[in-house]
């Protein structure tokens, strides 16, 4: 069983940066891969972000590639997604996830909500 947490949520500006922090219980996290997706009001949950167990490939949607980055420290059991040149389509609920593959959750955290006014 994993659980998730996530903090670092809050409300920017255009095109400022943010930080989102996912911390994770368990003794076996390091051997999941870890995502985060993120669900806009009226929209359904997508995907955003993945990472390998151990690290070493990562993933991003189109619509974040280049902006945001993915990272891991097992040491610390969390997952970070850095989130620059935010814009205001990326204003969502954004959630932690851990499952054996990237974009294949089984464990979900409870979300964050990032705003990102115009």
């Known amino acids: 069983q994993v659980q998730l947490t996530e903090t670092g949520g809050g409300l920017v500006q255009a095109g400022d940066s943010l930080k989102l922090s996912c911390s994770a219980s368990g003794r076996t996290f390091s051997s999941y891969a870890g995502d985060w997706f993120r669900q806009a009001p009226g929209k359904e949950r997508e995907f955003v972000a993945g990472?390998?167990?151990?690290?070493?490939?990562?993933y991003y949607s189109d619509s974040v590639t280049g902006r945001f980055t993915i990272s891991r420290d097992d040491a610390k059991n969390t997952i970070d997604l850095l989130m620059n040149n935010l814009k205001p389509e990326d204003t969502a609920v954004y959630y932690c996830?851990?499952?054996?593959?990237?974009?294949?959750?089984?464990?979900w955290g409870q979300g964050t909500q990032v705003t990102v006014s115009s």
């Open positions: 996830a851990a499952g054996p593959y990237y974009n294949d959750p089984l464990y």
């Open positions: 990472i390998n167990w151990g690290g070493r490939s990562t």
